[in-house]
């Protein structure tokens, strides 16, 4: 077995049976060694890679960081282009100086340019234009073309002004992206959780079934005893209707022993994500025994305390309260006043020829430039403010939130200490109890054997054998699960099965379905 699991969990399986009151069986050992034992080291390492929730999950981290891409790419320079052909004729001469009766002309124009937003909220223009102008009518130079080369500047003074603003969503793309990343490792740290308590659910059925198969034995035994002393007159019939009925009842808890099983091993191929269910499973899933011993109980205050620094969930909300934080930025931005300052300088040419038409604009034979301001303002900004008390309310509700999601994990973080302190005083009570048991089936069995009490009395000997058995078996299931829905609230299921979120934070990228064992089934669907 893996070192890192061994720190944990697993124990021998000479240790397992000894848990249940049992010896540990010497019968078939030889056939168990060639069986492919699944440990679980195997399993969580197979769920972490093949859950379908989980494989659902790791696509959110990688579409966020897409969203930062998104929001940075809003700085980037664009590029446009546009271009035009006109027509027109005169119904008549308009003028005694036109020299054709019906006077005809054609424009052409043609730009192209880029546009690029700075972090200031300020957006700069570059761009150039060509005119040809030709007619059939009188005109200095025909054709005409007239050259621009211009720079627009446009700079915000008030709203979306600074740089603040203006890389508030980049800000917030990227707390978005972040917040995914805790609720994929909460996820992760629940796929964890889930395996480990579906592969020691499947070791407790087998226990349990392991059980019966020594009640059903014993059964037999007590069955064909009464037989024996039936014919010796030494009993009653009655007395071997009561042990065949005892054997029955041992045959139909066998039937629900393995039904519990295959349920379990569902459970588990669920969680590892392996396996089709929509075909036949023919392959068996074996594992190890239920552990001896659970692993040590650290002292309250120092699993409430790891519990509340290491909690992803509360991380994930504390990022979600800085999403709001940014919002109300954004909203006050926009009840500010519209004001921008706008400016535009360009240089012109004018020829008949369209190279020297640029050249001219090149020589600035011609310019022009403006200043100027511009204002916008919604009457009574309404909305603007009306987003401003939805952004506080946010965060308020946000931090609520927060603080509730502290509150329910220290509390979980008591609640499953105390589980698992009890399981373990609980584990040495059913102990005891199986063992005075024990004693107690054996003395009313001999006493039987000397025909000092019925068989009644042997066979409610055996029932509270039986009963006590289960009890110290559901005792060891329901503590193992208290300790690892205690590793998974304080955060100790990671190192203890020998993980570290440097490596396990790589599933934040997008999985690649063509190496999953059911990427194929899973391609055709999209198909």
């Known amino acids: 077995m893996s070192p890192r699991v061994i720190a944990s969990l697993c124990f021998s399986a000479l240790a397992g049976s000894a848990c249940l009151g049992v010896d540990a069986p010497t019968v078939g050992v030889e056939h168990e060694m060639k069986v492919q034992v699944l440990q679980l080291d195997e399993a969580i390492d197979a769920a972490l890679l093949n859950n379908l929730g989980l494989i659902t999950a790791r696509y959110a981290p990688a579409n966020e960081q897409d969203s ?236 409430v305390h790891d519990t509340l620094e290491s909690d992803a969930d509360a991380q994930a909300q504390e990022l979600a309260v800085e999403v709001q934080r940014i919002n109300k930025i954004l909203a006050q931005d926009k009840a500010r006043v519209r004001f921008d300052l706008t400016s535009r300088v360009s240089y012109l040419g004018r020829d008949t020829d369209g190279w020297q038409g640029y050249q001219g604009a090149y020589n600035a034979d011609g310019y022009n430039w403006n200043v100027g301001l511009e204002v916008r303002l919604p009457w009574g900004l309404r909305e603007a403010r009306a987003r401003v008390r939805q952004a506080d309310r946010n965060i308020d509700r946000e931090a609520v939130e927060w603080y509730d999601i ?76 208290a300790a690892i829905r205690l590793s998974r609230v304080d955060g100790s299921i990671l190192e203890r099965n020998g993980f570290t979120w440097e490596t396990l934070d790589a599933l934040a990228e997008s999985p690649n379905l063509t190496e999953h064992p059911l990427g194929e089934e899973i391609l055709e669907t999209r198909n």
């Open 68 to 303: 930062v891409m998104v929001e940075a790419a809003q700085f980037d320079i664009e590029l446009f282009a546009a271009t035009s052909l006109a027509e027109s004729q005169a119904a008549a001469s308009g003028s005694s100086l036109d020299s054709a009766t019906l006077p005809e002309s054609e424009t052409r124009r043609a730009g192209v340019g880029l546009e690029k937003r700075f972090s200031t909220g300020a957006s700069v223009t570059v761009d150039s234009n060509i005119r040809r102008y030709s007619s059939n009518n009188n005109a200095v130079r025909n054709p005409d073309y007239s050259t621009d080369v211009g720079l627009s500047v446009r700079q915000p003074l008030l709203q979306g002004a600074g740089a603040t603003v203006n890389l508030a969503p980049i800000v917030r793309a990227q707390t978005v992206a972040d917040r995914s990343l805790y609720i994929l490792r909460s996820d992760v740290l629940d796929v964890i959780s889930e395996v480990e308590i579906a592969y020691w659910n499947v070791a407790f059925a087998r226990a349990v079934r392991d059980l019966i198969g020594s009640s059903l034995e014993l059964a037999e035994s007590l069955l064909e005893e009464n037989r024996a002393r039936e014919r010796l007159g030494l009993v009653t019939p009655l007395e071997v209707l009561q042990a065949e009925t005892e054997l029955v009842n041992q045959q139909g808890d066998m039937l629900q022993a393995d039904r519990l099983i295959e349920d379990n091993k569902d459970a588990l191929r669920r969680a590892m994500g392996t396996v089709s269910f929509l075909a036949d499973l023919d392959a068996d899933l074996t594992v190890n025994p239920l552990p001896a011993k659970l692993p040590k109980l650290r002292p309250l205050r120092e699993v």
């Open 406 to 481: 502290k509150q329910q994990k220290a509390l979980l973080a008591r609640n499953s200490w105390r589980a698992v302190d009890t399981g373990v005083k609980q584990l040495e009570v059913t102990q005891r109890g199986v063992e005075l048991n024990q004693e107690a089936f054996e003395q009313e069995r001999a006493r039987y054997g000397a025909g000092l009490v019925s068989y009644r009395g042997v066979l409610e000997a055996q029932r509270d054998f039986d009963q006590a058995r289960r009890q110290n078996l559901s005792a060891v299931i329901e503590s193992l699960r």
